[in-house]
T-cell receptor, first 113, second 115 residues
Framework: AQSVTQLGSHVSVSEGALVLLRCNYSSSVPPYLFWYVQYPNQGLQLLLKYTSAATLVKGINGFEAEFKKSETSFHLTKPSAHMSDAAEYFCAVNTGTASKLTFGTGTRLQVTL | GAGVSQSPSNKVTEKGKDVELRCDPISGHTALYWYRQSLGQGLEFLIYFQGNSAPDKSGLPSDRFSAERTGGSVSTLTIQRTQQEDSAVYLC?????????????FGPGTRLTVT
């Protein structure tokens, strides 16, 4: 079985501040991990993915995430928030046996001036 | 190139009616997925098609839900005798293959409201 936990349903940061969105996973087999972003009334867009190559993964829009097996974590970070980053972010896990994404409950990021 | 498209974008139906939701995947993608996004349940997997293999229907919530994929391309999700709890956004995604490492590309979704 696979699952994902996202701590914090809402996160608010000031423009220019560090963004940190937390994701912990549970999987009985090596996981593949994804971060997706959803803007209002739109579908999901992939930010980045971890597929067992480099543990530090860089994605679009300046986001990155680090896979830490010892902590079963895959937190999403961005050094400096921009107003356009305001959206909902979903962490997801897939495994070779499942062929389907299991999503966390999402974190809504608010960016304030 | 063209992404995943879904129609209609919005659908309002009366309780008890049947509805059909359509998904056009990215050309050449062999894997197609349906997910449901609702306030109470979050994002949940419904069904997965991979090439000509039997679909994985393990996420369908009841036998009122069914889906087909014709010619390995377009897919239709059908909900019979709709209930208010079926109100949600239905998202379709496609992937080059069904391998777990491959990115799933999502469509904009169909917002279903059952009155």
């Amino acid at each position: 079985a696979q699952s994902v936990t996202q701590l914090g349903s809402h996160v608010s940061v000031s423009e220019g501040a560090l963004v940190l969105l937390r994701c912990n996973y549970s999987s009985s087999v090596p996981p593949y991990l994804f971060w997706y972003v959803q803007y209002p009334n739109q579908g999901l867009q992939l930010l980045l993915k971890y597929t067992s190559a480099a543990t530090l993964v860089k994605g679009i829009n300046g986001f990155e995430a680090e896979f830490k097996k010892s902590e079963t974590s895959f937190h999403l970070t961005k050094p400096s928030a921009h107003m356009s980053d305001a959206a909902e972010y979903f962490c997801a896990v897939n495994t070779g046996t499942a062929s389907k994404l299991t999503f966390g409950t999402g974190t809504r990021l608010q960016v304030t001036l | 190139g063209a992404g995943v498209s879904q129609s209609p974008s919005n659908k309002v139906t009366e309780k008890g009616k049947d509805v059909e939701l359509r998904c056009d995947p990215i050309s050449g993608h062999t894997a197609l997925y349906w997910y449901r996004q609702s306030l109470g349940q979050g994002l949940e997997f419904l069904i997965y098609f991979q090439g000509n293999s039997a679909p994985d229907k393990s996420g369908l919530p009841s036998d009122r839900f069914s889906a087909e994929r014709t010619g390995g391309s377009v897919s239709t999700l059908t909900i019979q005798r709709t209930q208010q709890e079926d109100s949600a956004v239905y998202l379709c995604a496609s992937s080059l293959t069904g391998l777990a490492t491959y990115e799933q590309y999502f469509g904009p979704g169909t917002r279903l409201t059952v009155t």
